[in-house]
């Protein structure tokens, strides 16, 4: 909403200066989002007068003016063909920008002689699209006025309104909220009725569903034209097109009070009654109109239509647009003026489905006053009748505004309770009453009633908030909360924490933390057992990212195929964030991924480049940090999900019902419709599938085992099929004597010579930690001979 | 006598002369060994007279003690030397590099995310989640936005399709349903045990969480996130939520310097309603907090509706409480200086690598937020 400062003082007695205004609007909650002042950009430019103009004597349309300036006399070359002795114009110095022309103005000759400054045109300072000479402006006007004030340019200020107040759409709305907050006396002229002086020729009929209240009358023998200049510049100034006097007239009242109006052209208008009814399914398919804007319409059942010719033709969408049939032109003679309310939630509607957004439609959008129908309609008949004369008729109305709103029990101390600020009764009764509410204060308890303009007013919250930004919210206290018990132990739980753990931990191990959108496209989605209809979303921003992703991977793998095409391919990612089984709530699991993109820079030392076991090795290691009981979890190799690798990938699981992780080499087949090179190594962790952790009384730690007796190890070689798991050889070898075997870790693994065909050796260290004695011979005989057994049983021989 | 000191003289000599440890064994050997030379002459002792071993003795003795001695010495000597030898062949170029290290590091947003609930959690915050795909009721109804108000519009929503039961499920727009699923007293279990389940008041949580609207440019994308407040309790008003906040930014930005205010705004979850501004300069280009005259909008907060607080099952005539909406990203931007917004979800290594913070910045009391 936009409005300057002259118009809000036909509102508003004050003297307060524009910043002033905007420093109140902003603490009164009219949050101003910019303030265009023209005298900035003009402040170089004033007033000056041409003493003598005659011919360059190098050029046939040039003139050198002698002029008067506020810098003294001034010789200028000029080019307009007005550039005439007498004339006062507009002078810009040297050094001056001109903005409609884009230059810094120098001294430099023109075709000979030294022009010491330029003589303006209204499209050079841009206050007028186009020009035809230099500005001709009133004699009595003296040397040396700025441009701002000669030319009536005034800051306009453009502020945001709030969905719940459609009364600030008018200036004098604005001047009621400023006034309440003490900027100056509210002198809103009140509206007098102008009496008709015969029958209206036109009868009026309502659907309520398409129109709850619709006043109208007739006014004969107007001479419509251009308005004149103060109403041509207040439009002007707030971005509106003049268009002749009557529409400037509707357009004036729809931003001085929020009041929309519409006029028709009685000549145009088909028979004696307009009908305000819901659009019509016609036989050969839906109504159509065309609108103002000259655009075709079609009309639906949803929307409301103004129509004359007994209700069949259309000639305006209710609230929104009139149409072009019946429209005013200078032309016009007799004029039907409409003051009307049209319901906000289908007006806006209808603004959705036709996409229109007149200043109209976005006042009914948000609520007009109900009970300014009858008196906005009087405010226009004076207005036309000042402008362009002719005769009124009676004023026809049908409907009903809606009802008043009821009072609000209200107790001022409710201000103090819900707000915290100490306002005597007195004062909450004073301000309620600037913002016109209506207070019965018989009681104790006050009966508030809001006025009809503010229908988003409904109960005592409310009225504390008109209370309260009025009094200024500077006022508030800043009270510290009551102190609270604290929960021992943090304020995270179990698995916000695990989170919080896996960031720190992988970005510790050399994991770059990255953030990517929850959704993926629904071709990567389905390569990632997602892409269900339920998830796919009916508004995507684009087609890539149109489907709730079902894991992290994919957006990682993406990330890491952008950052090789940067030419950065070596990247190691991870991200911990939400996966999406499925549209219910409890089908979004935590999950932490990350990727590796192994790189093997070419180095002095030939170190091997990082592989699948770096990436196994740093899952480990985060699990454990995360409190996941590492020691009893399976690696079912094979079992992991399609987009790995077969035979390079693994589950982590507690059991088949389990799962924890998976980790493994990304199948290629799957980096190949993502685009991205290979081999990318990666893991995935459900963060909900760890065991929470269990509750002890204490923080106590047992006792450790810290045997004063050395270990001893044993070196054992394994035969095993090629097909078996040596993790489960080494299982069971750190199996065989619970008490004693400390570890097993394997060493070697080989295939070749002396290795049968389809076998492999497998070398494993057993650590023995004697317990309370040192072991004999025989005991450590014992110990090596159920090593062996047990390696058996996993299908180990012992290697002879 | 004469042979004891021809003896020394020449076993001296090839002490001194040994050219290694080796060498100087075998000297020693032919000296002291079972068969040497000096052991030799103290195996005669025992067949001398008294008085020739009275003389004698002390001799060999002597020879064999300054023997031993000068070995001694050649070998530690000897030792020292090869050492020197060994580690001048041992040197190692130490200015070729050590093997690369990848560095990793958190996220901006995620440091920050920290950073505020370590502020929270100070206060006496909890912290709650609930769920990115929601429905219509928990966005939007329970937090009072009118059926097909403007306000719905202004939300940018991603949708999905409807259901079989014809209900439109859609992307969280902030985090605030989680307010509803803290505070609605229902008798059944949350969906799952990590979403925020209804809860008695006193009420003191923070939600964080990932949010969703279609919008895109320098200061929007489709994803962000945001961090909402909600105190609710006998007695607190706006005094609480103004103290709350100003504590917060303060300790936030950890100047002393941020100047904040609050102005009157519209929500339709809140009544009074507040957004707050903090002082700042945008002279240079670039937004700096804690200078310069300039107020920028850093949040919006309030009073919770009473609309809102009956959709919940609570009684605003007992109860009321205050909440706030932070966005977590923005608030990012402006404390360490990230001027767009798509870059923080764009991943780009080099970013992340000059943006991201130590995985040992953890926010804690002893060392501050970052």
Same mark, same amino acid.
């Given at each position: 909403?936009?409005?300057?400062?002259?118009?809000?003082?036909?509102?508003?007695?004050?003297?307060?200066?524009?910043?002033?205004?905007?420093?109140?609007?902003?603490?009164?909650?009219?949050?101003?989002?910019?303030?265009?002042?023209?005298?900035?950009?003009?402040?170089?430019?004033?007033?000056?007068?041409?003493?003598?103009?005659?011919?360059?004597?190098?050029?046939?349309?040039?003139?050198?003016?002698?002029?008067?300036?506020?810098?003294?006399?001034?010789?200028?070359?000029?080019?307009?063909?007005?550039?005439?002795?007498?004339?006062?114009?507009?002078?810009?110095?040297?050094?001056?920008?001109?903005?409609?022309?884009?230059?810094?103005?120098?001294?430099?000759?023109?075709?000979?002689?030294?022009?010491?400054?330029?003589?303006?045109?209204?499209?050079?300072?841009?206050?007028?699209?186009?020009?035809?000479?230099?500005?001709?402006?009133?004699?009595?006007?003296?040397?040396?006025?700025?441009?701002?004030?000669?030319?009536?340019?005034?800051?306009?200020?453009?502020?945001?309104?709030?969905?719940?107040?459609?009364?600030?759409?008018?200036?004098?709305?604005?001047?009621?909220?400023?006034?309440?907050?003490?900027?100056?006396?509210?002198?809103?002229?009140?509206?007098?009725?102008?009496?008709?002086?015969?029958?209206?020729?036109?009868?009026?009929?309502?659907?309520?569903?398409?129109?709850?209240?619709?006043?109208?009358?007739?006014?004969?023998?107007?001479?419509?034209?251009?308005?004149?200049?103060?109403?041509?510049?207040?439009?002007?100034?707030?971005?509106?097109?003049?268009?002749?006097?009557?529409?400037?007239?509707?357009?004036?009242?729809?931003?001085?009070?929020?009041?929309?109006?519409?006029?028709?052209?009685?000549?145009?208008?088909?028979?004696?009654?307009?009908?305000?009814?819901?659009?019509?399914?016609?036989?050969?398919?839906?109504?159509?109109?065309?609108?103002?804007?000259?655009?075709?319409?079609?009309?639906?059942?949803?929307?409301?239509?103004?129509?004359?010719?007994?209700?069949?033709?259309?000639?305006?969408?209710?609230?929104?647009?009139?149409?072009?049939?019946?429209?005013?032109?200078?032309?016009?003679?007799?004029?039907?003026?409409?003051?009307?309310?049209?319901?906000?939630?289908?007006?806006?509607?209808?603004?959705?489905?036709?996409?229109?957004?007149?200043?109209?439609?976005?006042?009914?959008?948000?609520?007009?006053?109900?009970?300014?129908?009858?008196?906005?309609?009087?405010?226009?008949?004076?207005?036309?009748?000042?402008?362009?004369?002719?005769?009124?008729?009676?004023?026809?109305?049908?409907?009903?505004?809606?009802?008043?709103?009821?009072?609000?029990?209200?107790?001022?101390?409710?201000?103090?309770?819900?707000?915290?600020?100490?306002?005597?009764?007195?004062?909450?009764?004073?301000?309620?009453?600037?913002?016109?509410?209506?207070?019965?204060?018989?009681?104790?308890?006050?009966?508030?009633?809001?006025?009809?303009?503010?229908?988003?007013?409904?109960?005592?919250?409310?009225?504390?908030?008109?209370?309260?930004?009025?009094?200024?919210?500077?006022?508030?206290?800043?009270?510290?909360?009551?102190?609270?018990?604290?929960? $021992?132990? &943090?304020?995270?739980?179990?698995?916000?924490?695990? =989170? !919080?753990? *896996? @960031?720190?931990? /992988?970005?510790?191990?050399?994991?770059?933390?990255?953030?990517?959108?929850?959704?993926?496209?629904?071709?990567?989605?389905?390569?990632?057992?997602?892409?269900?209809?339920?998830?796919?979303?009916?508004?995507?921003?684009?087609?890539?990212?149109?489907?709730?992703?079902?894991?992290?991977?994919?957006?990682?793998?993406?990330?890491?195929?952008?950052?090789?095409?940067?030419?950065?391919?070596?990247?190691?990612?991870?991200?911990?964030?939400?996966?999406?089984?499925?549209?219910?709530?409890?089908?979004?699991?935590?999950?932490?991924?990350?990727?590796?993109?192994?790189?093997?820079?070419?180095?002095?030392?030939?170190?091997?480049?990082?592989?699948?076991?770096?990436?196994?090795?740093?899952?480990?290691?985060?699990?454990?940090?995360?409190?996941?009981?590492?020691?009893?979890?399976?690696? $079912?190799? &094979?079992?992991?999900?399609?987009?790995?690798?077969? =035979? !390079?990938? *693994? @589950?982590?699981? /507690?059991?088949?019902?389990?799962?924890?992780?998976?980790?493994?080499?990304?199948?290629?087949?799957?980096?190949?419709?993502?685009?991205?090179?290979?081999?990318?190594?990666?893991?995935?962790?459900?963060?909900?599938?760890?065991?929470?952790?269990?509750?002890?009384?204490?923080?106590?730690?047992?006792?450790?085992?810290?045997?004063?007796?050395?270990?001893?190890?044993?070196?054992?070689?394994?035969?095993?099929?090629?097909?078996?798991?040596?993790?489960?050889?080494?299982?069971?070898?750190?199996?065989?004597?619970?008490?004693?075997?400390?570890?097993?870790?394997?060493?070697?693994?080989?295939?070749?010579?002396?290795?049968?065909?389809?076998?492999?050796?497998?070398?494993?260290?057993?650590?023995?930690?004697?317990?309370?004695?040192?072991?004999?011979?025989?005991?450590?005989?014992?110990?090596?001979?159920?090593?062996?057994?047990?390696?058996?049983?996993? =299908?180990?021989?012992? @290697?002879? | 006598?004469?042979?004891?000191?021809?003896?020394?003289?020449?076993?001296?000599?090839?002490?001194?002369?040994?050219?290694?440890?080796?060498?100087?064994?075998?000297?020693?050997?032919?000296?002291?060994?079972?068969?040497?030379?000096?052991?030799?002459?103290?195996?005669?002792?025992?067949?001398?007279?008294?008085?020739?071993?009275?003389?004698?003795?002390?001799?060999?003795?002597?020879?064999?003690?300054?023997?031993?001695?000068?070995?001694?010495?050649?070998?530690?000597?000897?030792?020292?030397?090869?050492?020197?030898?060994?580690?001048?062949?041992?040197?190692?170029?130490?200015?070729?590099?050590?093997?690369?290290?990848?560095?990793?590091?958190?996220?901006?947003?995620?440091?920050?995310?920290?950073?505020?609930?370590?502020?929270?959690?100070?206060?006496?915050?909890?912290?709650?989640?609930?769920?990115?795909?929601?429905?219509?009721?928990?966005?939007?109804?329970?937090?009072?936005?009118?059926?097909?108000?403007?306000?719905?519009?202004?939300?940018?929503?991603?949708?999905?399709?409807?259901?079989?039961?014809?209900?439109?499920?859609?992307?969280?727009?902030?985090?605030?349903?989680?307010?509803?699923?803290?505070?609605?007293?229902?008798?059944?279990?949350?969906?799952?045990?990590?979403?925020?389940?209804?809860?008695?008041?006193?009420?003191?949580?923070?939600?964080?969480?990932?949010?969703?609207?279609?919008?895109?440019?320098?200061?929007?994308?489709?994803?962000?996130?945001?961090?909402?407040?909600?105190?609710?309790?006998?007695?607190?008003?706006?005094?609480?939520?103004?103290?709350?906040?100003?504590?917060?930014?303060?300790?936030?930005?950890?100047?002393?310097?941020?100047?904040?205010?609050?102005?009157?705004?519209?929500?339709?979850?809140?009544?009074?309603?507040?957004?707050?501004?903090?002082?700042?300069?945008?002279?240079?280009?670039?937004?700096?907090?804690?200078?310069?005259?300039?107020?920028?909008?850093?949040?919006?907060?309030?009073?919770?509706?009473?609309?809102?607080?009956?959709?919940?099952?609570?009684?605003?005539?007992?109860?009321?409480?205050?909440?706030?909406?932070?966005?977590?990203?923005?608030?990012?931007?402006?404390?360490?200086?990230?001027?767009?917004?798509?870059?923080?979800?764009?991943?780009?290594?080099?970013?992340?690598?000059?943006?991201?913070?130590?995985?040992?910045?953890?926010?804690?009391?002893?060392?501050?937020?970052?």
């Amino acid at each position: 909403m936009k409005f300057t400062l002259s118009w809000l003082k036909d509102h508003l007695d004050t003297d307060c200066s524009v910043p002033q205004v905007v420093k109140a609007m902003t603490m009164a909650g009219l949050e101003v989002e910019h303030v265009t002042d023209p005298a900035t950009k003009l402040a170089p430019f004033t007033v000056a007068k041409i003493v003598e103009a005659v011919q360059h004597p190098n050029a046939d349309r040039l003139r050198v003016c002698q002029v008067d300036t506020v810098d003294g006399r001034k010789e200028i070359v000029c080019g307009a063909p007005n550039a005439r002795a007498g004339l006062t114009t507009i002078y810009a110095p040297i050094g001056a920008y001109v903005p409609g022309l884009g230059v810094t103005l120098v001294e430099k000759p023109v075709r000979g002689v030294v022009s010491n400054g330029m003589l303006c045109s209204a499209a050079e300072m841009e206050t007028a699209e186009e020009s035809d000479g230099i500005l001709e402006l009133p004699d009595d006007l003296a040397v040396g006025v700025p441009a701002a004030v000669a030319l009536a340019q005034e800051a306009v200020i453009d502020f945001e309104v709030t969905p719940n107040r459609p009364d600030w759409l008018g200036v004098a709305g604005i001047a009621r909220d400023l006034s309440a907050a003490g900027l100056g006396r509210l002198k809103t002229p009140a509206v007098k009725p102008v009496p008709g002086t015969f029958p209206c020729p036109i009868s009026i009929k309502v659907d309520g569903d398409a129109c709850q209240v619709f006043s109208g009358r007739v006014i004969r023998g107007v001479k419509n034209g251009p308005s004149p200049e103060w109403l041509q510049a207040r439009l002007k100034a707030v971005g509106l097109r003049p268009i002749n006097a009557l529409v400037d007239v509707t357009n004036l009242i729809s931003y001085d009070r929020a009041r929309p109006l519409h006029v028709y052209d009685l000549a145009k208008l088909v028979g004696t009654t307009i009908e305000a009814r819901l659009g019509r399914h016609g036989v050969n398919g839906d109504e159509h109109l065309i609108a103002l804007d000259g655009k075709t319409y079609e009309l639906t059942p949803e929307m409301s239509v103004i129509s004359d010719a007994d209700g069949e033709r259309p000639v305006g969408l209710g609230g929104v647009m009139g149409g072009e049939s019946t429209g005013c032109s200078e032309e016009t003679t007799d004029v039907f003026v409409e003051s009307a309310w049209f319901d906000p939630i289908r007006t806006a509607q209808t603004g959705r489905t036709t996409g229109i957004t007149s200043d109209a439609q976005y006042r009914f959008a948000r609520g007009v006053d109900t009970h300014f129908v009858v008196p906005g309609l009087e405010l226009a008949t004076a207005l036309i009748l000042e402008l362009c004369g002719g005769e009124p008729s009676d004023i026809v109305v049908a409907g009903e505004p809606l009802p008043a709103p009821e009072p609000i029990a209200f107790d001022p101390a409710y201000v103090h309770q819900l707000a915290g600020l100490n306002i005597p009764r007195d004062g909450v009764i004073d301000i309620l009453a600037r913002l016109g509410f209506e207070i019965d204060k018989g009681h104790a308890t006050l009966a508030v009633t809001p006025p009809t303009w503010r229908r988003d007013v409904e109960g005592k919250a409310d009225l504390v908030e008109e209370v309260a930004r009025i009094a200024g919210y500077d006022a508030l206290p800043a009270t510290p909360l009551p102190e609270t018990p604290r929960q $021992a132990g &943090g304020v995270l739980t179990a698995r916000q924490n695990r =989170g !919080r753990i *896996a @960031r720190r931990a /992988l970005a510790a191990t050399g994991y770059s933390e990255a953030l990517t959108w929850s959704f993926t496209g629904n071709a990567v989605a389905r390569l990632f057992g997602g892409g269900a209809e339920a998830l796919v979303l009916a508004n995507p921003m684009s087609a890539e990212i149109d489907t709730m992703r079902p894991s992290i991977l994919p957006n990682l793998i993406e990330a890491a195929g952008r950052n090789a095409r940067r030419g950065f391919p070596d990247a190691a990612l991870f991200e911990v964030g939400p996966v999406f089984a499925g549209d219910q709530p409890q089908d979004q699991r935590l999950a932490v991924a990350a990727i590796l993109a192994p790189h093997a820079p070419r180095g002095w030392d030939k170190r091997p480049p990082e592989d699948l076991f770096t990436v196994k090795a740093d899952l480990l290691a985060l699990l454990e940090e995360m409190g996941a009981p590492v020691g009893s979890l399976q690696t $079912a190799q &094979g079992s992991a999900s399609s987009w790995w690798h077969p =035979g !390079r990938s *693994a @589950r982590l699981q /507690l059991g088949p019902r389990a799962v924890i992780a998976e980790f493994g080499e990304l199948h290629p087949a799957v980096l190949k419709a993502m685009d991205v090179d290979g081999p990318v190594y990666g893991f995935e962790i459900w963060v909900e599938a760890i065991p929470e952790p269990k509750k002890k009384a204490t923080k106590t730690k047992g006792a450790p085992s810290l045997s004063p007796l050395m270990p001893l190890s044993r070196d054992f070689a394994f035969l095993l099929d090629e097909s078996k798991a040596a993790g489960d050889l080494v299982k069971a070898v750190a199996g065989a004597d619970k008490a004693l075997i400390a570890g097993a870790r394997v060493f070697d693994v080989y295939q070749g010579q002396g290795v049968p065909e389809g076998r492999k050796s497998v070398a494993v260290e057993v650590t023995v930690q004697p317990r309370d004695k040192t072991l004999t011979e025989a005991e450590i005989e014992a110990l090596s001979a159920q090593v062996v057994a047990a390696a058996a049983k996993a =299908g180990g021989a012992l @290697r002879g | 006598m004469t042979d004891l000191n021809t003896l020394e003289t020449d076993l001296s000599a090839q002490i001194a002369a040994a050219a290694d440890v080796a060498a100087l064994e075998a000297i020693r050997v032919a000296a002291l060994g079972k068969s040497g030379s000096i052991s030799g002459l103290l195996k005669t002792l025992g067949s001398m007279s008294p008085e020739e071993r009275r003389e004698a003795g002390p001799a060999i003795n002597g020879l064999r003690d300054r023997v031993q001695t000068a070995i001694g010495a050649r070998k530690a000597a000897l030792e020292a030397a090869e050492l020197d030898a060994r580690l001048a062949a041992e040197r190692l170029d130490l200015t070729l590099p050590a093997p690369a290290r990848r560095k990793g590091s958190v996220h901006p947003t995620m440091q920050v995310q920290d950073e505020m609930i370590a502020i929270f959690a100070e206060m006496g915050f909890s912290v709650a989640e609930g769920p990115d795909i929601e429905t219509d009721f928990n966005n939007f109804t329970a937090l009072n936005f009118p059926e097909k108000h403007p306000a719905r519009e202004m939300h940018d929503t991603f949708f999905f399709n409807p259901g079989p039961d014809g209900d439109r499920k859609l992307l969280r727009t902030h985090t605030r349903p989680v307010q509803v699923r803290s505070m609605k007293k229902t008798n059944t279990p949350p969906p799952a045990p990590w979403i925020a389940t209804g809860m008695e008041p006193p009420i003191r949580i923070v939600v964080p969480g990932r949010t969703y609207r279609c919008d895109s440019d320098a200061t929007h994308t489709p994803m962000f996130h945001q961090m909402e407040g909600l105190v609710i309790d006998k007695g607190i008003h706006m005094g609480h939520l103004k103290w709350t906040l100003e504590t917060f930014i303060a300790r936030f930005f950890e100047t002393p310097e941020v100047v904040t205010r609050f102005r009157p705004h519209h929500f339709p979850f809140t009544e009074p309603s507040a957004e707050m501004d903090v002082g700042c300069d945008r002279s240079g280009g670039e937004i700096r907090i804690g200078t310069g005259s300039d107020w920028l909008e850093i949040l919006g907060c309030g009073m919770v509706h009473p609309n809102v607080l009956r959709h919940c099952g609570i009684d605003p005539d007992v109860y009321q409480g205050f909440a706030f909406g932070l966005g977590i990203d923005r608030l990012g931007m402006l404390k360490y200086g990230m001027p767009d917004l798509r870059d923080m979800f764009e991943s780009d290594t080099r970013w992340l690598g000059h943006y991201g913070f130590s995985a040992f910045a953890a926010p804690n009391p002893a060392t501050g937020l970052s």
